[in-house]
């Protein structure tokens, strides 16, 4: 009966496609178009943009017609070439729609009846470095792009090319190459498990699939994108089981950009050609919400770099995707055209674009805010949370209490970050990899992304006895997630979080609470930390300060490495870290200052003569330079059961460049004693210069934080 | 006779001051206070600039008077309130004049009694660092600024003072003070010998003294200092000397920024107060053209950072002094004005910054244009000179053979750097310095600025023997100055410089001769450089290239420092290197290839096995964390008695960060050769990718540059 049901709905969601379809009508449809050649000129935004896509076109034209054998890997001059090409092909076709030039349409029917010369003679790709190796590329997941955009080509060149070429194209090019990136070769299943996956790289595959499926009018294709090619598959369920009910991407920030692209496009052409659907209404406008998350999983216009991030922001293509669909969708949400006209400077050359051009030249662009958000992970949301604490002039604490995050997730429990004045203060490695630079391990992850940065002691947070959460076992790491504690984001003066562990490390519970405070005797809202560990056993607990800028002071004696200097450990990360300084900390506790753009940075701590305080610098243990050279601070404590790290952290210091006055230079916080360190409840006492104290109590069941002034 | 003529001809240039002189007539004159008024809101850089101006003004009226007794270093409270004093006193002046609100004038008349007050108890100030130790603060030079400021200010009050404030003022407060600028004091003579001294900190002095004249009519102060206290001493004298003919300022750009602001300041006031000087005409017009050579001193409108430079840039506030007065001088200068709008948003309040903000208005502003430029360096143009060779798209390649630069000067000769992409690419450290911030050194330069920053091997020139040039002593470095062989600069095909040094090296002929060449088949300009030791004993010849960037790869195997890494050496700048890799070099040439912002950099050297190629990292020997971890490659030579060191730089690489598209990410050139190296003649073959060649020849005598490309 329920298949029945679903067989039903299917053919009424796919009713429209019985009949001929119009073209174009994907991501641009013929509508538009229309609109587009009647208003040429009187929207600055939009007019620069096909503008630049002209220019595009027009550089395409003068390229020689180039389809090489594959052979290089990412960034090589091969693989380079095949990107270029779908580009053209999809700004050659989007001009021949906007411009009604023939010669754009001439020059993409060249590439593409290339390709539909190529394609057939191809096996896999020389490179193998990939477990779902592509044809065009190393990877199937760049096929899939490649077919992404050549669909949206097609659909803008459909009409313009003979119904003689079409049947080459689909018979020589399109089918087998939705065939391939659906089921793979009888040899090699592995497209059609990734085809099926809940995984981003799934996403791509069913949106190529599907994008070329309704350009081709091919409802099979359409249907298997939609539902999979095998039961538990297809584009819905991914939207269903890729986001948590918060919209975030259990990858974090760097791959929701990446995984959003491919949902916002599919679910667009989507809207055009099959709105009966509703896809953009699915699960309480699950994509909408995860692209404003995404958005607000960022700093100043950067994304944060938590997992295997590398640098990335609003400027980004597949971000103009997102915010461009998703303002046409929710035409309310006025913010989102600021960070089309601030950050993007252009719009899609769509109807969506169009909406956003049109609204920005009536003035209804409003200012970007960045919100205290909570950010539940899991389909379900119950798989621990990203907080993001943010200050009411943008800056932003978050606190990482995720599940592990698939693929590209780190050891990282519980570690935390502070961007602040324009900068990544508090920092998070990101990823040990040179994008696209063949040098650099053919542009992949390099091995340091396992040994280093992946590991807990490369993170804001505790390791225990040396070892990276898990082991570093994924598999183990994967069935695992913190328990959020508590939240509170509701009054900027006091914003906290809480979240406990009992499995990163065996038979040792975690438990941090991280509060971001303003305080009425310091100008800046100050960072309030408390992290206990507790275990039955003996155990050494590290606690690393990742940090961009230079170091400013430390409040005790140290020894400094002078003329030769040592690695800190042998494995688990420590062999990546130079020791540059080591102390004893003193009795009662230890501050260090560092400056990081115009501003200087306190972190102060409670530690004792047999805390080690350790000043690092990543490099050691990388035979071939791919680590960036990078500062941290960390405290020991050694054969301890239960141990709090209490510290804070300020924000002082003025200065002007243009005036070179200086001001507020030297940290406020004099130290901090632990009044309480119980089984129900910690407290602790930070004082301040001019006698000025903040008394910070926390609950262990609840997470409950207070705070007060004197 | 001489002596008649003299007297006679200050009599006239004072004649003016006999009469009453009109109040305010420095920097902002009465005539334009009333201009300011009449047009209030037309002018929309202007009526910004006096909003935020009354805003300093405002912010200033909220402050509780505090007028400290002196007690800490450059950056400390009571530095710092000092200096907040000056801003105030001035930014209150002149909102008195611009508003007609008493308030504003009642406020800075508390200030300025306060000080009345405070300065005829003060002794040496307690902070003995400086040989010309101040009494408001550590130093006389900020007791200077501090007296330049207060003029202006005083000068703007003039009138609304009663006599007897000002009878107080004078003679408790600005004669005490313009005497002790002057003479110092009975047991010190220091500010005397600064007073007369031909030095930037001189200017600073009689640039108070003769302000504080004007302002009081005291001609004798005036003619002090136009003319110096002792013979050979003076405002006018400094004018011809401090400057060479090309209005390059010995120090180099981050000082000639400094020194210039009493230069333009004073002159300005001058003009103004006492016309029949034609103080802008002297010398050719030597003020103008400093000017003009300083602004060109930078890229991206950030100074070069050869000697002792920090961070600073075209919106330090005394560019906004010097790029307004000099307009308003030479009002044909349209470039100025982009550089009032872009670089630094706003303009003085007076008479200059009226000008630019009335013509920026009109749309006279034209876009600002770097050049190629040979900068002569000392009085006569006689000692040496800088060379700035530009790319068409205003890359700099710098080539510093000038002397030694007073005492912020380097042991440097030779020494090149690479502007390019936005970065600072081939590098020179600058100054190891934390200004304004106490926990360092108490903002003064670090000891490691001595033993590091200002060592040969801190800069990318050769080390004879392991030792910096001169052996690091200035008094012998002061003697004497390369001599510039050739410079081309006309044709942007091919531009060169050469030049000879065999001075800094006992026994070793130092000759460079350095090229940047747009080359046919590169897409970006390449630099060519020969450097060639010769000497009739043996010597150790090592070549430092400092760079910006991350390492991508060396074109043969390397040892890399992995668990322990040691010092390059023990003294003269070499115990603050690590030597994170070495290797030996390759039969015939060996290239380095680095990632920079979005673009590549490959460095390829002449090398035989005999060459040590030692990737280097600043830091080693730092026990306070004073330097900057910075990267470096270099190339030693043993043991020769010539050597020729032959290389190219190549920039090339496209990263696009929106689309995620890269080319040109190899390096082009793949080697090259000596094909003469005699006492002629230089002849080296660059082998480029594709069969192309680039055949390079050098004569020795004159310093000509040859090429041809295949």
Not at 239 to 267: C, I, K, N
Not at 612 to 623: F, I, K, N, S, Y
Request: proline share 4%; charged share 20%.
């Amino acid at each position: 009966m329920r298949k029945v049901l679903i067989l039903l709905s299917s053919l009424l969601l796919l009713a429209p496609a019985l009949r001929a379809a119009d073209h174009p009508n994907l991501l641009l449809t013929r509508r538009c178009v229309s609109e587009i050649r009647s208003v040429r000129g009187s929207l600055p935004l939009f007019d620069f943009s096909v503008n630049e896509l002209l220019k595009e076109a027009d550089a395409a034209l003068e390229r020689p017609l180039d389809v090489p054998v594959p052979r290089d890997g990412g960034g090589g001059p091969s693989h380079e070439q095949h990107k270029q090409n779908y580009y053209d092909m999809y700004h050659l076709g989007v001009a021949w729609q906007v411009s009604g030039e023939k010669r754009y349409a001439q020059k993409a029917r060249e590439i593409l009846l290339a390709y539909a010369r190529l394609y057939p003679t191809l096996g896999y790709h020389p490179v193998v470095l990939s477990p779902v190796p592509g044809r065009l590329f190393w990877q199937t997941l760049n096929e899939s792009v490649w077919l992404v955009h050549t669909a949206m080509a097609y659909d803008c060149l459909y009409d313009f090319l003979s119904s003689s070429d079409r049947k080459t194209l689909e018979k020589n090019l399109f089918r087998p190459m939705a065939a391939f990136i659906m089921d793979g070769t009888a040899d090699n299943h592995a497209n059609r498990e990734t085809f099926n996956k809940m995984h981003n790289h799934g996403t791509w595959a069913v949106s190529a699939v599907g994008m070329i499926g309704l350009v081709m009018g091919d409802d099979e294709l359409v249907r298997q994108a939609l539902y999979g090619s095998e039961p538990g598959g297809g584009f819905l369920r991914q939207m269903d089981e890729l986001f948590s009910p918060d919209g975030y991407f259990t990858e974090g920030a760097y791959y929701q950009r990446y995984a959003l692209w491919p949902f916002v496009l599919f679910a667009q052409c989507l809207d055009h050609a099959r709105p009966g659907l509703r896809v953009f209404e699915r699960r309480d406008g699950i994509l909408c919400k995860a692209v404003d998350t995404l958005l607000q999983l960022a700093y100043g216009g950067e994304f944060f770099h938590y997992n295997d991030a590398l640098e990335k922001g609003y400027s980004a293509q597949e971000l103009m995707y997102a915010v461009d669909i998703i303002y046409n969708v929710r035409p309310q949400e006025k913010q989102l055209l600021s960070i089309a006209r601030d950050y993007q400077g252009r719009v899609l050359v769509s109807d969506a674009g169009f909406a956003v051009a049109r609204d920005i030249a009536a003035g209804q662009a409003e200012p970007y805010v960045y919100r205290t958000r909570l950010l539940r992970d899991g389909r379900d949301g119950r798989d621990g949370a990203l907080a993001v604490l943010r200050s009411r002039e943008g800056s932003a604490l978050t606190f990482k209490a995720t599940s592990h995050g698939l693929s590209h997730g780190h050891y990282d429990k519980l570690t935390v970050a502070w961007y602040d004045g324009g900068h990544e203060v508090v920092s998070d490695y990101g990823a040990a990899r040179f994008l696209n630079i063949e040098a650099k391990y053919k542009g992949h992850y390099t091995p340091e992304n396992k040994s280093y940065a992946m590991t807990t002691v490369a993170h804001n947070t505790v390791v225990v006895d040396g070892r990276s959460h898990y082991d570093g076992k994924i598999k183990v790491s994967s069935q695992h997630a913190p328990r959020l504690v508590s939240f509170e984001g509701g009054d900027p003066a006091f914003q906290y979080v809480c979240a406990v562990d009992s499995t990163a490390a065996p038979g040792v519970r975690l438990q941090r609470w991280t509060a971001l405070a303003e305080v009425p005797f310091l100008d800046r809202p100050l960072i309030l930390d408390l992290f206990r560990t507790s275990s039955d056993s003996v155990h050494d607990y590290d606690l690393p300060l990742h940090y961009n800028g230079h170091m400013i002071s430390l409040s005790l004696p140290y020894k400094r490495a002078l003329d030769h200097m040592e690695a800190l450990g042998t494995r688990n990360g420590y062999q990546h870290l130079w020791v540059e300084a080591q102390a004893s900390g003193a009795e009662g506790s230890t501050a260090y200052t560092w400056l990081c753009g115009s501003r200087m940075y306190s972190y102060t701590a409670c530690t004792s003569p047999q805390t080690e305080v350790l000043l690092l610098r990543t490099g050691a243990g990388d035979p071939n330079f791919n680590l960036r050279s990078e500062p941290a601070l960390m405290l020991r404590e050694r054969g301890r059961k239960t141990h709090l790290f209490a510290s804070c952290l300020e924000t002082h210091g003025r200065y002007d460049l243009r005036t070179e006055q200086a001001a507020d230079m030297v940290r406020s916080c004099e130290g901090l004693e632990i009044v309480e360190d119980g089984p129900q409840r910690i407290c602790v006492r930070y004082r301040f210069k001019g006698g000025h104290s903040v008394l910070l109590t926390a609950e262990v069941q609840n997470g409950k934080m207070n705070v007060q002034y004197q």
